[in-house]
């Protein structure tokens, strides 16, 4: 009989008071490996140790290559997504997902690549909607889907994003998750599922493999929206729901190495703007054929099948517009606001011409002087 063995466990606004809680729920003897993925971002953080006050099991901070044992709960350190893979904890440095890195998402479709039927994904308090297509991965693999009750979360976000993404097996407050989870990974796995191509592919993806064009379009579409944070081009996720974006360019090439924070900034910028160009000309060449999107700039009855976002001051962000307003005569709306008249003045200023200064032959002849007219005279 092969039994349950891994569980995943994900969470991020006030999911540290409810891990110990489920923590201190579970026993000692614990036939399964669990691992925790908090959004802790760039900081370091004592979760190991904070748990390991409330917990009867070993509470360590995930290693890369590491291997992974039974009764022990692994947390995924900072700014590194945590990934089990044929029994081996991975981090990866691959870019952020729902603006969050560690994310849940990698570790879920992770273990649910290696270990199919065997994996318990449970989904905690926070907001946004980060664990709903990881825990999607896991039923669709076979394994178990466990949420966290909305009402008893103190950010119900991500609860209600995991129970609209998939079918949920097992939904409880956190007082009961933990004689739950000990309870299910007594019984017996099902059967293995065919796993999905693209999911693998995502795992690389959080891993830290390039993302061009060619590996991109093999898991989504091309769509006529922006990163609202680098600006690259996002594509449309084929497997959904939950609907979701990917960027081509992303965040994986920020922080990449280990240098001075003012050099990492300048050349990762460079590196960003470089890749946001190079992923829009190879969209361009490449005939894509999508929807076409009417531009939002007035005046315009252009179209483009790949827009970005407009945004040529505060009073037009977020609009969409083709790729070809700044070709001649395609004007942007005038900002209309206590502002407007001011820049209009200053581009009336702007444009006046400026006379050259004549040459000494280009020069009006001097006129003779006039002398005044004499007392008692009418001047003539």
Partial sequence: MVSRSVITIGGSLGAVAALQRLCSDLPSDLPAAVLIVVHIGQHL???????????????????????????????????????LLNGTSRLGRGPRENMARPAIDPLFRSAAISYGPRVIGVVLTGLLNDGAAGLAAVKQCGGLAVVQNPADARADSMPLGALQSCDVDYRAPVVELGSMLARLVQESAGPPLPIPPELGLEVEIALGRAMDSPTLSKIAEPAPLSCPQCGGVLSEVRSHPPLRFRCQVGENRKSSRQEGVGMLIVSDEAQLAGSSLRSRA??????????????????????????????????????????????????????????????????????RSIPEPRTASEQPSARPPTTPPSPGRKAG
């Fill in 282 to 351: 190879s969209l361009s060449t490449a005939g894509h054929t999508g929807a076409p999107n009417l531009c939002v700039v007035s005046g315009c009855s252009r179209s483009s099948s790949v827009a970005r976002t407009y945004r040529p001051g505060p009073y037009h962000r977020g609009r969409v517009a083709c790729s070809r307003r700044m070709r001649p005569k395609h004007k942007s709306p005038r900002p209309t606001g206590p502002q407007s008249r001011c820049s209009e003045i200053s581009d009336r200023r702007s444009r």
């Fill in 45 to 83: 953080s004592d979760l190991a140790g904070t748990l390991q006050s409330r917990s009867s099991l070993p509470v360590i901070t995930a290693e890369d290559g590491a291997p992974v044992e039974l009764g022990k709960i692994y947390i995924a350190p900072a700014d590194h997504h945590l990934l």
